[in-house]
């Protein structure tokens, strides 16, 4: 893993979202990953703001999200799909429907699950993949103790995710227990993986990630293993380095 750090958010979101423009530059059909949260905000609105002024195109590239809550419908504030409208996909000129996000409100879950894992590989795999951290290591929504060798797959989210992202909802009540995560091994098929870490919550979870073993019970570990995985992390979360 090579580390790359920061001397604050923006020059992270910055520096990422070059290096994302550079392989959009030489590959306009990019498989592209992308994640949600609070992280890779500053990054989207990087790449907005070259858009509009560089015309870097999004045209003839896919996405495709990590995960998706269970049983928020697309439209609603809260889900992933809107995040994504709101935050990344209505201000550059990607066609919509080369957005891809697990559908957290299908009849037959299940074979959700199933269906999108064939679809990226279809797609011929995910070239570059957005992730962030949980301070747990949770990887998308891969809680600890996710097996490594796990695919697209429905997941109990953790009571200190649902904490976490109660900032979100009104009442920690409305966030959703479960969600649609793309497995470990899923992400570890993506050829290229960058991992956005940022603030003090997150220099315990950088920290074991960089010092610690390979363990289940710390998902984020297995991008030891991964050929080719870059960290862009901020001072705060560089703390304990
Ligand atoms: C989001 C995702 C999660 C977040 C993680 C960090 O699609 O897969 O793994 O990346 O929970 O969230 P923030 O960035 O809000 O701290």
């Known amino acids: 893993m090579k580390l790359i750090s920061t001397s604050n958010y923006e020059k992270l979101s910055q520096l990422a979202a070059e ?42 590239m896919n996405t495709f ?16 799909h809107y995040f994504m409208c709101e935050n990344l996909f209505e201000h550059i000129d990607i066609p919509l429907d080369q957005t891809h996000i697990p559908d957290g409100t299908a009849k ?11 679809f990226i590989n279809e797609h011929g795999g995910i070239d570059l993949q957005i992730l962030g951290i949980g301070q747990n290591g949770h990887i998308g929504f891969n809680e600890p103790g996710t097996p490594f060798d796990s695919r697209t797959h429905i997941i109990d989210l953790a009571e200190s995710t649902r904490k976490a992202n109660a ?19 899923s992400i570890m098929d993506c050829k290229e993986i960058f991992l956005l870490v940022s603030g003090a919550s997150k220099a315990k979870a950088l920290a074991r990630l960089m010092n610690g073993e390979i363990n289940e019970q710390f998902p984020a570990s297995v991008l030891k293993t991964h050929q080719n995985v870059t960290i862009f992390a901020d001072k705060e979360a560089t703390a304990f380095l």
Do not use: W
């Open 65 to 80: 999200n990590l995960d998706e809550y269970i049983g928020i419908p697309k439209k609603d504030r809260n889900s992933y």
């Open 167 to 185: 900032r979100f909802f009104e009442s920690l009540e409305d966030v959703p227990k479960q969600a649609i995560t793309m497995g470990i091994a």
């Open 19 to 60: 290096e994302i423009i550079l392989q959009i530059k030489k590959n306009p059909s990019l498989n592209l990953g992308l994640a949600t949260g609070s992280t890779p905000t500053g990054l989207y609105k990087e790449l907005i703001r070259d858009h509009k002024q560089n015309k870097t195109s999004y045209k003839e």
């Open 108 to 118: 037959n879950l299940d074979e959700e699950c199933s269906r999108y894992e064939q």
